[in-house]
């Protein structure tokens, strides 16, 4: 097996070499509609920085030096865009932020070429303060939602309708922080777009504070028809199905019309008629919070460029690694992934896999 991954490497870097990027360029994806601020705290040991806080707690206050912090621009949407953008696609972010957000927005997309033209000022920025623990980089993130709580389909414009009109995917992030609109945005842009032969992708993002409403998104959306492709992670899968596992993964499927994409630490799977299978890059992580979001796009990108399940899994896994790996928090340009999969080792499969 580890032969025919090898294998599905070489091909891909010879079908990255041959892309045409005026050609990509004229691929289209509208993402939606999360945008925060984040501020990353980078925390080596919890007990030690728990005894920290509680020391200047009982002291009336103070500082704690030595935190190697971050800010840069979060949110599933923005995130998925920047890094669609970055691989040479046309990316178009809808949501709802503040003056003093959008000309964030604008900072943070300037660079990669996003466009921010259909992101509404007169809302209230969202920002995250994301503490990112020990060698695993676990995040734990501490959210002020703003705008990104009460988007809904109502909140589209006509130019954003039209925007979606014209281009080869939509996709729905962060259902769980958009608490008044998630569902109804979901499934009305979902039922919208296939009236005009688009593809659409869901990721709920962390659904655990609203599990209650998990019926309703799952009969409104999951299992929807609209509904092409649903991307889950471990924790998403986990609460519509349980202890998590292979096989309850499969029967989840089972339940539901769109394609299921889901992706851990160590694979990636893609199950719809067939179960495919690919191994993570071995590489050294250097931050975990937005690795969804990059695979996402990794994915998005091979489904526009009809790659099957292997090519695509292997691209989605490449543009995540190079993601985690990065010093510097910046995502992958074509060129970057053909140099990144030339040397980077995959990891072993999983056993139950």
């Known amino acids: 097996m580890k032969a025919v991954h090898e294998d599905v490497k070489r091909e891909l870097i010879e079908v990255l070499r041959g892309l045409d990027l005026r050609e990509t360029k004229k691929l289209h994806v509208v993402c939606t509609p999360s945008f925060y601020l984040d501020h990353f705290v980078q925390v080596d040991d919890l007990n030690a920085f728990c005894d920290q806080l509680l020391t200047k707690y009982k002291a009336g206050g103070g500082n704690i030096p030595g935190f190697v912090q971050n800010v840069l621009s979060g949110g599933g949407a923005v995130n998925t865009a920047v890094a669609l953008s970055c691989l040479g696609l046309s990316s178009h972010f809808i949501g709802r932020t503040s003056e003093f957000g959008h000309d964030v927005l604008k900072f943070f997309a300037r660079n990669s070429g996003m466009d921010v033209s259909h992101a509404k000022t007169d809302g209230k920025l969202g920002q995250t303060l994301a503490i990112e623990i020990g060698e695993r980089k676990i995040n734990v ?19 954003d309708l039209e925007l979606i009109e014209s281009s080869q995917l939509v996709s729905v992030h962060d259902w769980g922080t958009n608490v008044v609109g998630g569902t109804d945005l979901a499934a009305r842009t979902f039922e919208y777009a296939k009236q005009y032969n688009v593809k659409t992708y869901f990721d709920s993002a ?7 409403e998990l019926p309703e998104l799952f009969e409104r959306v999951i299992a929807n028809k609209n509904l ?6 471990q924790n998403e899968l986990g609460q519509h199905v349980g202890e998590v596992s292979i096989e309850r993964a499969i029967a ?4 539901v019309t769109p394609r299921i994409d889901y992706h851990t630490p160590s694979f990636a799977a893609s199950m719809d008629d067939n ?3 690919f191994p993570a890059y071995d590489v050294e992580l250097h931050r975990s919070t937005g690795a969804g979001d ?5 994915n998005i990108f091979g489904e526009l460029l009809g790659l099957t399940p292997a090519f695509r899994l292997c691209l989605a896994n490449a543009v995540a690694g190079y993601y985690v790996s990065s ?11 053909i ?11 999983p056993s139950e896999v």
């Open 275 to 277: 179960v495919t299978f």
């Open 339 to 349: 140099a990144f999969v030339k040397a980077q080792q995959l990891r072993a499969l």
């Open 327 to 337: 010093k510097r928090a910046v995502h992958p340009t074509v060129d970057d992934l």
């Open 141 to 159: 993130m501490l959210n002020d939602v703003g705008s990104n709580y009460d988007f809904t389909f109502d909140s589209l414009r006509d130019s």
């Open 228 to 233: 092409d492709m649903l991307s889950m992670n």
């Open 252 to 255: 989840f499927k089972r339940r």
């Open 206 to 212: 962390d659904p655990s504070p609203r599990t209650n």
């Open 294 to 298: 990059a695979w996402n796009a990794g």
